[in-house]
């Protein structure tokens, strides 16, 4: 799981990137709903803003050509 954050005029926001290679988890702690749970509860207790949530399921995290996680880089790249 890899989190961004991204600081723009000084609000504190954040993109969230999620990931996961099993796409039948059976005890649900590794699924990307588990990950949006745990990552925006984290960002409440924070005072972060979640501007966007970016996931690729069935992506090996040893593969970097993964569609959300480009997208998300490309988006980031433009503004920082």
Known sequence: MLELYLS?????KCAL????VITDDIDGCNSL???LLGLTRYCCL???DCFEV???EGFS???L???ALKHMLS????IT
């Open 46 to 48: 924070k005072g972060w």
């Open 61 to 63: 995290g040893d593969d």
């Open 33 to 35: 709903y588990a990950q």
């Open 65 to 67: 050509n993964r569609p």
């Open 8 to 12: 723009k005029n000084r609000n504190n």
């Open 17 to 20: 990137y999620l990931r996961t």
């Open 54 to 56: 970016y996931k690729d």
């Open 75 to 78: 988006l980031l790249s433009k």
